[in-house]
């Protein structure tokens, strides 16, 4: 599977948009950008996926490099409700399994 | 939806016995995950299952652990005998094959301790 390239840890203030980056330079023509979030003592949850084009949905958006090879979920407007490790994860095309990598962890500052 | 229910929340087992994790998927999903987190390995797929026929049981760690899905509504996953190695986070998770996201729903876990 093609892996996935994401920061420890970031911080933000809340009330301020985050860009989460990740890198997938090894990434394949069929594999789908999946983003997970994981609360604290919760399991995870989906946030939003793409493939080439830019993506929106009301929890983030979803910014793709034109070479594929790297993508950033944009959260808007940080709350302290959104303080969880996102994951970053490449799903092949057709495939049901997803493999999760270690992560940022987002810390929002009050 | 009540969402993906696992059972027991907490256990906590001495070595040697006989560990038993329940879950039951979301209604109308038709595929279920089993996964395991922990602080060094982070979150692993041990198994999943389609249309309750295991697919991929290659992250299962050894013969210890074993999954049924007897039913639709209904998947298990065991631990025989249990070891202290096994403490983790265990999440069940599923998806609807049909559903172009792919997304998966979790669980809340089993956090299971082996003393």
């Known amino acids: 599977d093609a892996k996935t390239t994401q920061p420890n840890s970031m911080e933000s203030n809340e009330e301020e948009p985050v860009h989460l980056p990740c890198n997938h330079s090894?990434?394949?023509?069929?594999?789908?950008i999946h983003w997970y979030r994981q609360l604290p003592s919760q399991g995870p949850e989906y946030v939003i996926h793409?493939?080439?084009s830019n993506v929106n949905n009301r929890m983030a958006s979803l910014a793709i490099a034109e070479d594929r090879k790297s993508s950033t979920l944009i959260l808007h407007r940080a709350t302290l409700r959104d303080a969880a490790v996102y994951y970053c994860?490449?799903?092949?095309?057709?495939?049901?399994?997803?493999?999760f990598g270690t992560g940022t962890r987002l810390t929002v500052i009050p | 939806d009540a969402g993906v229910i696992q059972s027991p929340r907490h256990e906590v087992t001495e070595m040697g016995q006989e560990v038993t994790l329940r879950c039951k998927p979301i209604?109308?999903?038709?595929?279920l995950f089993w996964y395991r987190q922990t602080m060094m390995r982070g979150l692993e797929l041990l198994i999943y299952?389609?249309?309750?026929?295991?697919?991929?049981d290659s992250g299962m760690p050894e013969d210890r652990f074993s999954a049924k899905m007897p039913n639709a509504s209904f998947s298990t996953l065991k631990i025989q005998p249990s070891e202290p190695r096994d403490s983790a986070v265990y999440f069940c998770?599923?998806?609807?094959?049909?559903?172009?996201?792919?997304?998966?729903?979790f669980g809340p876990g089993t956090r299971l301790t082996v003393t």
């Open positions: 994860i490449l799903r092949a095309g057709g495939a049901n399994n997803l493999f």
């Open positions: 793409g493939l080439t």
């Open positions: 998770a599923s998806s609807f094959g049909g559903q172009p996201t792919g997304e998966q729903y």
């Open positions: 299952f389609n249309n309750n026929v295991p697919i991929d």
């Open positions: 090894t990434i394949s023509g069929t594999d789908y």
């Open positions: 209604s109308g999903h038709d595929y």
